[in-house]
């Protein structure tokens, strides 16, 4: 992929050991990974990636397009899944929308996390089974699952951008989660988005 507008390539990395070593000297906005790696699968450096840099924004990039597979990456913090299929113009879309609303959802994520939501309805899962929400809690949460970005978040509700990325981060923090990805699955098993 070239560099395009907002864009900069940092660097590359030849394995899954070279990227985490390289994500140490040189840390980007957003990281384009694959699964299927040497040395250090996709599986494993994403484990590690959100133990140490919870807030950098990770896209998959796979020739998996499994739901398996799907909701694995996402439960352990992917903000974007993409199958090796996509077009630069779809892995643009997602760096930018990564960037803007910290995920992006296309239809197959869409599909596959929802089918796996509805297969796991009366499965206890890693979210705790009660979390409470208030009023202004709810709303945010709704726009986030529109791909709403802070700044139009924080018009909608008359706060600041800096107040709706606090309350967002409590939320995450509520439920259990490190990403707006698990927030939104969390969201959508327990009904919140209907």
């Known amino acids: 992929m070239k560099n395009r507008e907002f864009i900069r390539i940092l660097w590359e990395a ?5 990227m985490m070593h390289k994500l140490k000297l040189k840390k980007p906005d957003v990281l384009i990974m694959d699964i299927k790696m040497p ?5 494993r450096a ?5 133990k140490e840099y919870e807030d950098l924004k990770v896209i998959i990039l796979s020739m998996y397009d499994d739901k398996e597979t799907i909701t694995r990456m996402m439960e352990y913090g ?8 996509a077009d630069a113009d779809e892995i643009y879309k997602a760096i930018i929308s990564c960037m ?7 239809e197959l994520v869409n599909s596959v996390v ?36 802070t700044e139009e978040i924080s018009e909608d509700v008359f706060l600041s ?4 990325e606090t309350i967002r981060q409590n939320m995450k923090t509520k439920v259990g989660v ?3 990805a698990g927030l939104l699955m969390y969201g959508m098993r327990n009904h919140l988005l209907d």
């Open 39 to 43: 040395e250090t699968d996709g599986i």
């Open 14 to 18: 030849e394995d899954g050991k070279d």
């Open 78 to 85: 992917a903000n974007a899944y993409l199958t090796k299929t």
């Open 178 to 180: 490190k990403t707006i």
């Open 114 to 149: 929802l089918l796996k939501l509805q297969q796991k309805k009366s499965v206890r899962t890693f979210y705790p089974s009660v979390v409470k929400f208030n009023e202004k809690e709810l709303k945010i949460l709704k726009l986030i699952s529109e791909d709403k970005t």
């Open 46 to 50: 994403l484990q590690l990636i959100r």
């Open 161 to 164: 951008p800096r107040t709706v």
């Open 100 to 106: 803007n609303s910290d995920f992006y959802f296309n």
